[in-house]
């Protein structure tokens, strides 16, 4: 269920095609480069991790490079135990790879690592049968862990970090962990620490430069509101004024400040209530802004939406 497709994200996409090409284009190059073996994208709430992650996983599924993904939620018992992510990245590399398969099913069978420790289970269960696999002309294997932070138990959670970036660092094994979280007290100093940081790629999304976030911030507005505008045109009306003009999607890329959650909420709004639609935009873009916003709490245009929701 901690699959990217599994059937709990039914309803989870990812990036709108055009979109996030920064941070896009960052991870593919790091996947064909030798090294490092880890990248950690951090970000603050509502910056568009899972949703970059999301694509990540889908791109390489793709390709038939995926090995595995792990997407952490708090919301779900199974989802948020820190003790499944090996297991659970091992049973998908077995369904990935006939061969690898065997080797886990043999190591569970002579060793049973299930009930030994993390780094025990890694070697047995991941690196060992990984290595395996002939690596002439080979692809990486990418595996995804997303929402590192919304583990029951941080401190797990950080010693995950440390198992991957010193069980990887000296291997040529072609396998690569692309990992998001918010940047968390434990998750950052460990990933800070030189131990980490010397085999770990980071970006960070909330130090990306504002105008690259806007421009693609306000292409998904477009997008999408233009979309919601087509499904129900029988109820929106683009005469005399196309609707949402460019300066609505223009005020509401400036309210988002750099969070793609406003705008994905700001769009999830709209849709719900077709006919109601153009009357709850001017009702959003109506509410006075909060000044200085960016400054003083990223989040204050974003909790005036959700009291205006509610």
Sequence with gaps: SAAYNSLQRDFRT??????????????????QSPTPPLFWLNGLAGTGKTTIAHSVA???DERGQLGASFFFSRDQQDRRDT???I?????????????VREHIAAAIKNQNPLHSNSRTQFRQLIFEPLSTLSRQNSQPTVVVIDALDESDDHTAAANIVELLATELRDTDLPL???????????????FLAESVSSGTQTLVLHD??????QDDIKLFLQVRLTGIAKKHRDVIPQKPFKWPTEAEVDALTERAGGLFIFASTVVGFLDESSYRAPERLSSILNAKPTAS?????????LDKLYHQIL
């Design 14 to 31: 990812g990036c709108l095609s055009g979109t996030r090409q920064y941070p896009l284009s960052a991870v593919h190059e790091w996947v």
């Design 58 to 60: 889908e791109y390489y």
């Design 83 to 85: 003790r499944q992510v």
């Design 87 to 99: 297991s659970t990245i091992a049973y998908q590399l077995g369904k990935a790879y006939p061969k």
């Design 176 to 190: 690569k962990f692309f990992v998001t979280s918010r940047p968390e007290k434990d998750l950052r100093s460990k």
């Design 208 to 213: 990306i430069d504002i105008g690259i976030v």
């Design 293 to 301: 916003s960016s400054n003083l709490n990223p989040y204050a245009n």
